[in-house]
């Protein structure tokens, strides 16, 4: 009796260490499973291209971008540069003269020039003078002077230096600006190229539906060929539409494959090598999908008036208008006299402290005003109404810009609105032809219709299918072409 339960003990255990390893193996196989569903899923996302990926490419990596980066780069140096006008500049002047054992002269003068926003300089240094004929106007021994120098007509609102820093902020802020209408056009002419590429891609898959429709067909007529319920000339018919389609098929895949090619002119990596679109690689499944009718037409007027404040390619005018107006200003100094103060306070000896103590225009001061004016003031009237011409043809050009960015946006405004109706009305027909191919399919069936008829009808409705196809995408081109005209695609 004991032997029994021990053996009955054991089988116990024994199933009871089975079932585990049942469910530890089923658990590992389950777990595996999915790992390889999500390294599915995640190399069926890596075969895919969406707008918003090429988007992101374009951005940042594709070689005109990057130009339009250093264009950036390039303007932020130039403000360098011209802040360089503005640097405290150190000199010395140092001369000697001796003849015959005659010591005439020993000088040396170092002085620092500091330069201000409003044209007025700031200056100061040391200087030294000894000798048997030096100029009596000239103080020998050790001195030190600080002074200032002040444009009072020309130079004093604008001069060279201060055209010059403007001048490179606002193109500083132009070049930002250049790299939106940069990437912008980029952005147009690669989206027009994708959802060609997606339209082909649409049209291979709608063939290979076909195909696969049509293997089935021509199984199940050869089959009632065989049992005596079709003739043989059904099976001839068969193949034929087959053969149609493949050879439809075979054009379709080069197609996609050619606008794959294409599309990859837009397609960049990060190390500045070009990147080719593999022949696997497929629309995302929202493109493929082309809702036409969940996309929201755009406000027209909104863009307009949009267009006005934000479009990159104005911008650029009102740049190049604050520019001119910049050298409009320069050039009116030159129609202006020269009129310069310059003030200096002297002190005995090197010490700078007790010089800048002297009262002012009391003791040890030197000061003069030079003035000087042409004549004719030819060259600054000429000069200065060049500018003012200037900015007259850049607002002419600026007007015409406007007309010509709000005639093509309300073009493509048309054409959207044309092409959404165009094929909301031709969903419509493609149902129309499904039904009609379902019928005539029902009627085969039935004994009523012939093959020949069938097939008729489903090339007329796999041609709607590619019309439609090719309508959806006119539309999503259209809308890209709405977008860039307006600047909206930076």
């Known amino acids: 009796m004991k032997t029994q339960k021990k053996y009955i003990l054991l089988y116990w255990i024994k199933k009871r260490r089975e079932k585990r390893n049942t469910i530890i193996k089923t658990t590992i196989i389950g777990i595996t499973l999915m790992l390889l569903a999500l390294v599915a899923a995640a190399q069926d996302t890596i075969k895919t291209l969406s707008p918003q990926q090429l988007a992101a490419i374009i951005r940042l990596y594709h070689p005109i971008a990057r130009q339009a980066d250093i264009n950036i780069e390039k303007a932020k140096a130039g403000i360098i540069t011209a802040k360089g006008g503005f640097d405290p500049l150190l000199t010395n002047a140092t001369?000697?003269?001796?003849?015959?054992?005659n010591n005439y002269y020993y000088?040396?003068?170092?002085?620092?020039?500091?330069?201000?926003?409003y044209g007025i300089s700031i200056n100061g240094g040391l200087e030294y003078l000894s000798g048997n004929r030096t100029d009596p106007r000239d103080t020998k021994g050790e001195s030190s002077f600080i002074g200032i120098t002040?444009?009072?007509a020309k130079n004093l609102l604008m001069d060279k230096r201060r055209a010059a820093l403007q001048t490179a902020k606002i193109m500083k802020e132009a070049s930002a600006v250049e790299k939106r209408s940069i990437i912008n056009t980029l952005m147009q002419e690669a989206l027009t190229m994708y959802w060609n590429w997606v339209k082909h891609y649409l049209i291979y898959k709608l063939a290979s539906d076909a195909?696969?429709?049509?293997?089935?067909?021509?199984?199940?007529?050869?089959?009632?060929?065989?049992?005596?319920?079709?003739p043989a000339l059904d099976t001839i018919e068969a193949l034929t539409q087959l053969q149609n389609f493949q050879l439809w098929q075979s054009q379709a895949r080069l197609d996609f494959q050619n606008m794959g090619l294409e599309l990859s002119n837009y397609l960049w990596a990060a190390d500045n090598t070009p990147f080719f679109l593999q022949p696997d690689v497929i629309p995302d499944?929202?493109?493929?999908?082309?809702k036409a009718d969940s996309f929201v037409t755009p406000d027209l007027a909104q863009i307009l008036e949009t267009i006005r404040n934000q479009h990159p390619d104005l911008l650029q005018y009102q740049f190049k208008l604050s520019a001119l107006d910049i050298e409009k200003k320069l050039k009116f100094q030159e129609i202006l006299p020269t009129v310069n103060f310059r003030y200096n306070q002297l002190g005995r000896g090197y010490d700078i402290a007790k010089t800048i103590t002297n009262p002012l225009f009391e003791n040890s001061f030197q000061y003069g005003i030079s003035i000087g004016i042409p004549l004719r003031l030819s060259a600054g009237r000429g000069e200065y109404k060049t500018?003012?011409?200037?900015?007259t043809e850049t607002k002419l050009q600026q007007y015409q810009k406007i007309q010509q960015l709000e005639n093509k946006i309300k073009s493509y405004y048309n054409e959207l609105a044309a092409l959404k109706t165009q094929v909301s009305l031709y969903e419509k027909a493609v149902q129309n032809y499904n039904t009609l191919l379902k019928g005539e399919e029902t009627r085969l069936l039935n004994g009523e219709s012939s093959l020949f008829l069938v097939n008729n009808r489903e090339s007329k409705t796999?041609?709607?299918?590619?019309?439609?196809?090719?309508l959806k995408v006119k539309y999503f081109q259209a809308n890209s072409l709405l977008l860039g005209?307006?600047?909206m695609l930076n």
């Open 485 to 487: 005209t307006a600047g």
């Open 462 to 470: 796999l041609e709607a299918l590619q019309k439609l196809t090719e």
């Open 95 to 101: 001369a000697q003269k001796t003849f015959d054992g």
């Open 211 to 230: 195909i696969a429709i049509n293997e089935k067909r021509i199984e199940l007529i050869r089959i009632s060929f065989q049992q005596g319920d079709r």
């Open 387 to 391: 500018a003012k011409l200037k900015i």
């Open 285 to 290: 499944e929202e493109s493929q999908m082309l």
């Open 107 to 117: 000088y040396n003068r170092p002085e620092i020039t500091i330069p201000t926003w």
């Open 150 to 152: 002040i444009p009072l």
